[in-house]
């Protein structure tokens, strides 16, 4: 099967023992701040199983995974593994670290059942953080209103590209406003 194809399975034929893990995908909300900074920790990391980041819900994710809900992936991190494979919230966590050297006695920890509450409890803390950020509200954007209607106010929402932000891992974050259109620009 190549990796790029999800094939239906049976978990017996998902057994280590008769379907290595070659590669994994890593399907990750690319609006919000949290994943994409890890997205970019990822890939410095060095990996016992070769890693590669996917915008969840991008058209490259669709293209290569059709039979994946796609909206559940932004939700929740999703891997896909070369044959197959889809591991989603905690046990996705554990295979990612799995995968990656320095972390890989770590992954086998949280693999057992002591461990896997301990790590169920890490993940819920990020999805808390994350909607705390408000990357689960689509296109809101960094820059919001408060709850009154008054003034503007950074923080509490993803950056997204479309409203001018990009990160560079060596400079952090930098805003470019987006071109106005017919020459006009509100300036809120």
């Known amino acids: 099967m190549r990796a790029d194809r999800v094939a239906p399975a049976t978990a017996a034929d998902r057994d280590a023992a008769r379907v290595p893990v070659r590669r994994l995908t890593v399907l990750y909300d ?21 890693l590669e980041t996917v915008p969840a819900g991008s058209a490259e994710a669709a293209a290569r995974f059709p039979g994946l809900d796609h ?4 939700d929740e991190i999703t891997v896909v593994g070369d044959a197959g494979q889809v591991y989603r919230g905690t046990a996705a966590w554990i295979v990612i670290l799995w995968a990656l050297r320095e972390h890989r006695p770590l992954a086998h920890r949280l693999s057992t059942p002591a461990g896997a509450r301990l790590a169920r409890g890490a993940v819920l803390a990020a999805a808390k953080w994350r909607g705390a950020q408000g990357s689960g509200d689509r296109g809101q954007g960094a820059y919001r209103r408060d709850d009154r209607g008054r003034g503007a106010q950074w923080g509490g929402r993803a950056y997204r590209r479309a409203d001018g932000w990009s990160y560079d891992p060596a400079r952090g974050w930098s ?14």
Do not use: Y
């Open 71 to 74: 909206r559940a992936t932004l």
């Open 30 to 50: 690319g609006d919000c701040s949290l994943c994409v900074f890890l997205s970019d920790w990822l890939r410095r990391r060095p990996q016992l199983v070769p």
């Open 175 to 188: 805003h470019t406003p987006p071109a106005c259109d017919g020459g006009a620009c509100g300036t809120g």
